[in-house]
């Protein structure tokens, strides 16, 4: 298939490399976009106005996407929470598959490398509004299968971060991780 799809959701790059600074602002602000800038200042050491300046270059250069509200899924009544896997036949990220975002139940769709194309995450109601979604997916051209992993519990959801791990540990050949191995 030699269908160009570069132009579906174009991600933008940051016009500049995110420094120290940059990264304790957004670590702030990824706890509470509503910090004050006053605030915000005091907990990172830059004074009100130099927050504010950092805050907006971090807007303006697509750091900062957008600022939106985290929703309690329990508060809305959407507490079953899923991960779908999308088989199609051919490439995954068709229009007609992308329009499965219209759907409020719908959080989150990639595309994905390895067994499957599409991978939704996605958060219902109910079983029976779970199964009308995928009844949805299955009236879709090029669906040819899904696998659904309903969540039981949820140990760690959380935003983007704005830190790196700066050395990641090695394994030593014979050793798994934090255990030794004897012969």
Same mark, same amino acid.
């Given at each position: 298939? /030699?269908?160009? $799809?570069?132009?579906?959701?174009?991600?933008?790059?940051?016009?500049?490399?995110?420094?120290?600074?940059?990264?304790?602002?957004?670590?702030?602000?990824? !706890?509470?976009?509503? $910090?004050?800038? +006053?605030? &915000? %200042? !005091?907990?990172? %050491?830059?004074?009100?106005?130099?927050?504010? !300046?950092?805050?907006?270059?971090?807007?303006?250069?697509?750091?900062?996407?957008?600022?939106?509200? &985290?929703?309690?899924? !329990?508060?809305?009544?959407?507490?079953?929470?899923?991960?779908? =896997?999308?088989?199609?036949?051919?490439?995954?990220? $068709?229009? +007609?598959?992308?329009?499965?975002?219209? =759907?409020?139940?719908?959080?989150?769709? =990639?595309?994905?490398?390895?067994? $499957?194309?599409?991978?939704?995450?996605?958060?219902?109601?109910?079983?029976?509004? &779970?199964?009308?979604?995928? +009844?949805?997916?299955? /009236?879709?051209?090029?669906?040819?299968?899904?696998?659904?992993?309903?969540?039981? #519990?949820?140990?760690?959801?959380?935003?983007?971060?704005?830190?790196?791990? #700066?050395?990641?540990?090695?394994?030593?050949? %014979?050793?798994?991780?934090?255990?030794? =191995?004897?012969?």
């Amino acid at each position: 298939m /030699d269908q160009n $799809t570069d132009d579906i959701r174009r991600k933008r790059r940051a016009d500049r490399e995110l420094d120290a600074m940059d990264r304790k602002l957004l670590g702030v602000l990824v !706890e509470d976009a509503t $910090t004050s800038y +006053a605030e &915000l %200042g !005091e907990r990172v %050491g830059l004074s009100p106005p130099a927050a504010h !300046e950092r805050v907006k270059r971090l807007r303006r250069s697509g750091a900062i996407r957008r600022v939106a509200a &985290l929703v309690d899924p !329990e508060a809305v009544g959407k507490t079953l929470l899923a991960f779908v =896997h999308v088989d199609t036949t051919g490439w995954g990220k $068709t229009p +007609a598959l992308l329009a499965i975002e219209q =759907h409020p139940e719908v959080e989150e769709i =990639h595309s994905v490398a390895g067994d $499957t194309c599409m991978l939704l995450k996605v958060r219902t109601e109910s079983t029976h509004a &779970l199964e009308g979604l995928l +009844a949805r997916l299955y /009236d879709t051209p090029g669906v040819k299968a899904t696998r659904s992993y309903v969540v039981l #519990s949820t140990y760690l959801e959380r935003p983007v971060q704005p830190g790196t791990t #700066s050395e990641w540990p090695t394994l030593v050949k %014979g050793q798994e991780q934090g255990v030794a =191995h004897q012969d």
